[in-house]
């Protein structure tokens, strides 16, 4: 027997370790019993923290980049704190109504805030890339748009689906750079609608081109009566939880020739996984793939290339968004966000700090953010 094939059948009937969909059946439900008390551990924690508990910054990156050091490394099935995290969901994508009062609806001077808001750059709710030598966020962002201009092969004259696009950041910037590209840009947020509207009328913006068009409306119901070259899909999919229905909606929207890039937060662990805590109040229902679901989702769309960003990149993007945050508060505490504004403070601290940090283990080799180009099957 070699040392891989013993390790295949330690994973298939230990608990705990490895690959949850090898795991027998009573492996499989120990395992999930012991997800539910690490999940509770985090709640508790993570209650405890918006309840009030001080913590140095430092010490709580210690504790979580601990033990999410062990996690990736040997227990990933315990990252994934409800079953509907290891599969796919009947709808395209669940809770969205809830999703958008809880996340993106929310005071836009605090967002726009903290995550930055330039004469180009607008709001970008997803990583920059530091990597290429960028040395402020605004910078990052371009670098990162810059990459998926080039990854995707946008070419002067194409019409482009933005699906899930934000404040209209990327259509935006790369609107600035060819003159001849149309947009489409879909989003569910009223409130982030509101200001792409605004910036239509806006003649220094590029929205106001003639060459935007935009559709506020769900994910899950849209419909277009034209097709794309290309379609880009950034920082969307993780409030995505059926890939198969998913890609069959942007293979009907795509010219046969066309191509599809989906960047994505995505996990190096053979399970998806998720945390209870921004489930119950960042993102109701979101969840991270891990970085082979997407290509092997190929009834629709095929992934025809791929790329792993190292998460030192997210961590970087969320490292300034806290920073911003944390500067903005005289500004941003008087605003009405349906609770304590105390309360809210603490657990958007937790948040950051939390993703900030599990980003940055492991050196950024197990969460990271995915690139995947797809075509027509
Ligand atoms: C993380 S943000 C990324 C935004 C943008 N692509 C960017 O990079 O800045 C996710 C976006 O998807 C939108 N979204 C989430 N669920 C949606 C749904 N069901 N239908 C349409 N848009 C949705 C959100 O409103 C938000 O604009």
Known sequence: MTLTTSFTNIQKYMPVIGDMSIKTPIAYRSTRLMASLVNATQMTLGEAYVQGLEIPDSLFRAIFKTSMTLFFQ????????YDWVLEESDKLAESSRELMRVQYDLPQAMLNQMLGDWSVIYPKYSTGFWQGGATTLEEAQMHMIDQVIDRLGITDGDNILDFGCGWGCVPNYILSKFPNVRFTGLNLSHQQCEYMRQKMEDPTSYLSSGRFTLYEGDLNEAQFTEKFDKILSIGVFC???NLTGAFQKLASFLKHDGKVLIHIITVKTPNNMSSGFTHKYIFPHGRYWNYDAVPSCNRDLKTIDRWYMNGINYHKTLTAWLERFDAAQDQVKTLDYAMDYGKFR?????????????????DGEYNGNGQYLLTHT
């Open 74 to 81: 040997y227990c990933p099935g315990l990252l994934a704190p």
């Open 239 to 241: 409030h995505v939880g």
């Open 346 to 362: 603490r657990i958007w601290r937790f948040y950051l700090l939390m993703l900030g940090t599990i980003f940055a283990t492991c």
